[in-house]
């Protein structure tokens, strides 16, 4: 698979949120609307690609509805199956539960003591709503109850759930924490399985299949995992395993593409990220821009990156624009072969 053949047309920019865009996901089947969540305190529901693109960058500033409940960022959306519901989640330390063509939330559980950073739709028909919070807690709600309590928590990080995956074929909820580990609760079976990744786990997702585990760290590496022994299938970023090894201990390392100059994949300070594409045979993620006492470097931008599967190789790096410092979301959406980046200037950018 070529550089050539992963979309990086910038077909749509959408100027709806006034603050730094911290969640991106697409609707259900087909994947027609995309959901953004931002610090500016609103989830906007948008078209993902409009109809009248005709090769053109079309620029969306008004979205299709707002939703505004939150009292405080939002940090995490999921949409049900059936496009007509989804959950959000922010520092408000509670779950909101909405109804999309209301406008208006039909739940909201507040069992957190501390903001919620993470949400996922679990269950028949999506019946539960699981949280990770910076309370060290994962939290599943069940949405055909009126009670306010979860029907189970989660107990077991020592820090700030980050990120979730429901796996539902296999049972599983895959949760990652700044404590340094990736946890896989195998709800059937009553069993957990911990991988230490020594590094604070900004983000999770499961393959198809369930036979691998992808994890985001803040040493500037995503790692892919064999679900069943915890065996490292394949690194992006950092320049290789040997190439870690010699660092440890050193400063956070980087990879940077051909030329000094090039684009540079970094994780260091952001909870970044990471998603499988084009039917697992592809990795995307955000990233950060270079930064020097903390001011973006000269000419530093962020940018999204695409890795194959097997080989590791870079497959496309795409720059968010001058002044983007971080692009901390992104979507794939597989039947319409498009993605999406959530940026910290507020813009959300869409590409096929």
């Given amino acids: 698979m070529s550089s050539k053949r992963f979309p990086t047309q910038l077909v749509h920019t959408l100027k709806t949120h006034n603050g730094p865009v911290n969640a991106v996901t697409f609707s259900s089947y087909p994947g027609t609307y995309v959901l953004t969540g931002s610090s500016d305190r609103a989830v906007h529901l948008s078209r993902a690609v409009p109809t009248s693109n005709n090769g053109t960058v079309i620029e ?8 505004e409940a939150h009292g405080y960022s939002v940090l995490d959306v999921a949409v049900a199956a059936d496009n007509a519901r989804f959950a959000s989640v922010g520092g408000d330390r509670q779950v909101f539960l909405w109804d999309v063509e209301q406008g208006g939330t039909i739940r909201r559980w507040g069992g957190h003591n501390a903001r919620v950073e993470a949400v996922q739709f679990a269950g028949d028909g999506d019946s539960v709503v699981v949280s990770g919070s910076a309370d060290t ?4 709600w069940d949405c055909k109850s009126n009670s306010h309590k979860p029907i189970q928590t989660l107990p077991e990080a020592r820090d700030t759930v980050s990120s979730l995956h429901v796996h539902m074929s296999t049972y599983s909820i895959a949760s990652g924490s700044y404590d340094g580990r990736l946890r ?12 230490v990744l020594a590094h604070p786990v900004t983000s999770v997702r499961c393959s198809a299949d369930g036979h691998a585990v992808l994890a985001s760290t803040l040493d500037g590496r995503i790692r892919m995992l064999d679900r069943s022994d915890g065996k490292l299938l394949q690194a ?8 870690n090894a010699r660092r440890e201990g050193e400063e956070r390392s980087s990879f940077t593409l051909g030329q000094p100059g090039s684009l540079v994949y970094r994780n260091r300070e952001l909870r970044i990220r990471s998603v499988f594409a084009r039917a697992d045979a592809v990795v995307l993620s955000g990233g950060e821009a270079e930064t020097v006492s903390g001011n973006s470097a000269a000419g530093g931008q962020a940018a999204v990156f ?5 080989s590791g ?7 968010a ?5 971080a692009v901390s979301a992104v979507a794939w959406n597989e039947k319409g072969g498009c993605w999406a980046g959530g940026c910290s200037d507020g813009t959300v950018k869409v590409y096929r």
């Fill in 321 to 325: 624009g001058q002044g983007v410092k």
């Fill in 60 to 67: 969306t500033t008004s979205p299709i509805q707002r939703y």
């Fill in 236 to 243: 992006f970023g950092g320049g290789g395993e040997k190439e």
């Fill in 306 to 310: 695409a890795w194959d599967v097997l």
């Fill in 137 to 140: 807690t994962i939290n599943l």
């Fill in 184 to 195: 896989v609760y195998d709800i059937r079976m009553g069993r957990t399985t911990v991988d």
């Fill in 313 to 319: 190789e870079v497959l496309a790096a795409v720059p």
